[in-house]
């Protein structure tokens, strides 16, 4: 694959796909587990499950190491949809998975065209069902704020994400040394001044999706998801209301706060905080984001992250106006 993205995109000689011997890892596993009470070992491979026969060998030792303890597993960089089938997903679930961390990029034909990535939406889905068969969580990766992509295309993905069983995990672009993307940058000079910038954290180009329409995205995926660990609890969203100025917010615990501050974002599209000295704060947001985010949300019907989307909008239902 020659992902524009990847540090390897464009080298012409790069090293081959390469898997370690299954028991060498092992060995370090059991080389920790002596010296260590392991309670979660996240594997970083995206590429792990690429090869079946390679992926069943190594989890069935894995399973029968960890058989008498509570060790959870994750491979949280996000694995290759195409490659998840029916037997893998059931060895994670028997060997210590509790969640299935999913790499999809992007939903949009013309931004997987730019990544030069395939569209796997179809088994994307697929590994979805089998998530929810058995009884995975799920967390769903999509890339914003790359060169050449619109933040109406990252709200897209976002909103198709807003009905799917999953997590919204909204990672903003950073140039990799190495890749397509980084040359491209390179050329037409939309690197950063300093190498320390070249990070998700410092959201490093303003480019066709600005920074503020960056971090917008990035705030509207955690409101998002918040959205959907209430569809799980209460099965609706609460109605939205005015926010006036109010200083009484000190007998709030933090669930009901964050409910009022989902209210009032859904009457007027300004996402607050709460500072615990000043009170309550208005972040800096791109509002015709927000106000699409708002508009587009009530016409889906929104999944939680344990169940998935059933009948009506209950955004709809719980009559907010918006």
């Known amino acids: 694959m020659q992902c524009s993205y990847c540090s390897v995109s464009a080298s012409s000689s790069h090293a081959p796909f390469r898997q370690r011997k299954i028991d060498d890892i092992i060995m370090e596993l ?4 002596k010296i260590h009470d392991i309670g979660f070992i996240d594997f970083e491979d995206e590429n792990i499950c690429l090869n079946k026969s390679w992926f069943m060998a190594l989890f069935l030792k894995i399973k029968k190491l960890f058989e008498h303890k509570n060790v959870e597993l994750r ?9 998840i089938d ?4 059931s060895l994670m679930k028997t060997s210590g998975f509790k969640t299935l961390n999913l790499s999809l990029g992007s939903t949009s034909k013309s931004q997987l065209k730019k990544f030069k990535r395939p569209d796997v939406i179809t088994a994307f889905e697929h590994a979805l069902f089998l998530a929810e068969k058995y009884e995975l969580d799920c967390v769903s990766y999509i890339i914003a704020a790359a060169p050449g992509q619109t933040a109406q295309s990252s709200l897209e993905d976002l909103l198709y994400l807003a009905q799917k069983r999953t997590l919204a995990g909204l990672s903003i672009y950073y ?4 890749s397509l993307d980084y040359q491209f940058c390179e050329k037409n000079q939309l690197l950063p001044e300093s190498f320390s910038l070249m990070r998700s954290t410092a959201f490093p180009l303003n480019n066709t999706t600005s920074r503020i329409e960056a971090v917008t995205l990035l705030r509207l995926s955690r409101i998002l998801n918040f959205m959907k660990h209430l569809i799980d609890t209460k099965s609706k969203i609460p109605e939205s209301k005015p926010f006036f100025d109010q200083k009484k917010t000190a007998s709030l615990d933090r669930q009901a706060l964050s409910e009022e501050l989902l209210q009032w974002f859904l009457h ?3 996402i607050r905080g709460l500072d615990p000295d000043k009170g309550i704060y208005t972040h800096i947001a791109d509002s015709n984001l927000t106000q699409n985010f ?3 949300i009530k016409t889906i019907p929104i999944a939680g992250i344990k169940q998935s989307a059933m009948g009506l909008n209950p955004v ?3 009559g907010i106006g918006l």
């Open 86 to 89: 029916e037997d893998i997903v």
């Open 175 to 178: 140039p990799s040394p190495g």
């Open 30 to 33: 059991k080389e920790q587990a």
């Open 268 to 270: 007027d599209g300004k």
């Open 75 to 83: 491979a949280m960089n996000g694995l290759y949809p195409p490659a």
């Open 294 to 296: 708002i508009k587009k």
């Open 316 to 318: 709809l239902e719980s």
